[in-house]
């Protein structure tokens, strides 16, 4: 009876097995579908010019050449530079703005706060497009139109909406009564926000540079319609080449 007994019990385990192992069969072939644009991209990136071609588009280079980067690296280089001499600024500053817009909004209920808050929220839902035209013509009376620190600040104003609604709900879940500690020891408004709950600000702060960065790095449109051919981030200097 206990021979049995175990028997019927390691059948239904097993046919589990069974099944789970058959499930990676798909994940194979989908894993193999999605990396063959990579595939032919390495491998297009390592022939000369005079191989690359739709019948050979397939084949493994003949030898591996290291031009195509070098070539790359040179016409892109400068632009690459611009990309993180604006994205590191308007990422660092707009995270520092909105931790402090969502301390105020969240820790110091002042009047008209629930009536701010979502007014700073409405840019989240603001197209670009819709804006563009009235953007351009602000940029070139303020002497910012076809600049880098011009840019910076579209994105920093952009960025005040998404990283004021992340640091309002952290510090909204943060104990009032560890602020309200802080103030009977005589620190003020900047103090508490500066002793107590910026350093516990870390997870936020990682969390909204990151976004930040994402969102500057990959944009096209404000990057095209602001700036000159010197001061072009690498989307549209790329965009060139590839066009090109």
Do not use: C
Request: glycine share 6%; aromatic share 16%.
């Amino acid at each position: 009876m206990s021979t049995t007994r175990t028997t019927t019990q390691q059948r239904p385990v097993t046919i589990g097995l069974k099944w789970r192992y058959l499930l990676y069969i798909p994940l194979i072939l989908m894993s193999i579908f999605y990396l063959i644009p990579l595939y032919v991209m390495v491998i297009t990136g390592f022939k000369s010019f005079g191989e690359i071609s739709l019948v050979t588009m397939w084949d493994l280079p003949k030898s591996l050449g290291f031009y195509n980067f070098t070539e790359a690296f040179d016409k892109l280089g400068p632009y690459l530079l611009n990309s993180f001499k604006m994205v590191i600024p308007a990422a660092i500053i707009s995270s520092f703005v909105g931790s402090v817009n969502g301390f105020v909004l969240a820790k110091w209920k002042f009047r008209g706060a629930d009536v701010i808050f979502p007014l700073i929220l409405f840019g989240m839902f603001i197209p670009y497009q819709s804006i563009l035209i009235p953007l351009v013509q602000f940029m070139r009376e303020t002497g910012l139109y076809g600049s880098i620190p011009g840019l910076i600040l579209v994105h920093i104003i952009y960025g005040i909406p998404i990283t004021t609604l992340t640091f309002r709900n952290y510090y909204a879940s943060i104990p009032k009564e560890l602020v309200e500690a802080s103030r009977m020891d005589g620190a003020g408004l900047l103090g508490t926000y500066w002793h107590i709950l910026l350093p516990l600000s870390l997870p936020s702060f990682v969390v909204v540079i990151i976004w930040q960065f994402t969102s500057a790095w990959n944009d096209f449109l404000f990057a095209v319609a602001l700036t000159n051919t010197q001061s072009w981030p690498i989307t549209v200097a790329l965009n060139n080449m590839a066009g090109s």
